[in-house]
Each structure stands twice: as C-alpha cells, then as structure tokens.
Nanobody, 126 residues
Framework: QVQLVESGGGSVQSGGSLRLSCAAS????????MGWFRQAPGKEREGVATIDSDGITSYVDSVKGRFTISQDNAKNTLYLQMNSLKPEDTAMYYC????????????????????WGKGTLVTISS
C-alpha cells in the first residue's frame, strides 16, 4: 500500500533553514502529484507547495521566494527546502500524494489529496 514518511522537522530560530524529506513507497511515484501541507494549532490545514508529475510547481503566496519543492524520482523522495523561516511557519508539515488533479487544485483543496503521511513538526522561534 502507499506509504509516505516525512522527516527533517525540528526547531530553529527565525531566519533559519530546514529541509523536509518525504520517502514514498507502494506506488509508481512519478505518476502522482505530490505536495507539502501544514497545519498550525487551531487552524485549518493549508497547502504549502505542490509539484505535478510533469514538474510544474505551485506555492502558496506566503512562502514564495522562501520555500522550494523538489523531487528525486529515482529515490521516490519529495523535498521541501525552507529558507528565511518565520515564526508563522510553525506547524505540523505533511506530505501527500494526489492521483486525479493538478497541484494548483490541491493547493487550494488539500483534502482532495489521496494519501497522507503522519507529519513532521516544524517550530520556529523568534
């Protein structure tokens, strides 16, 4: 079955960087849309960045210029490089895979994704 396992979360100071990884297994990785989503305490889950099977990327406005989504199809691994981190980036970050729609759609409608990891916690202190 499909498994997504996130890693790389942690605690850093404002202005710092982290790189999240998501190891995928159980399906043909390169055929799905992949994405990173986050949920802060008391808030709705929101789309952060997505990458389609053809490599097209989409980002939520609040992370543009700071975050970069990428993938290594040979390793079945998705990445999120996060730079210039801010306290408002603090959240549980989830990796997800979607079968049917484009990254732009999933960015707006996170719960349309078909498979989810368990998340990795990112905490940014000021």
């Amino acid at each position: 079955q499909v498994q997504l396992v996130e890693s790389g979360g942690g605690s850093v100071q404002s202005g710092g960087s982290l790189r999240l990884s998501c190891a995928a297994s159980g399906y043909t990785y390169s055929t799905y849309c992949m994405g990173w989503f986050r949920q802060a305490p008391g808030k709705e889950r929101e789309g952060v960045a997505t990458i389609d099977s053809d490599g097209i990327t989409s980002y939520v406005d609040s992370v543009k210029g700071r975050f970069t989504i990428s993938q290594d199809n040979a390793k079945n691994t998705l990445y999120l490089q996060m730079n210039s981190l801010k306290p408002e980036d603090t959240a549980m970050y989830y990796c997800a895979a979607g079968i049917y729609y484009s990254g732009g759609y999933y960015l707006q409608f996170p719960y349309g994704m078909d498979y989810w990891g368990k998340g990795t916690l990112v905490t940014i202190s000021s």
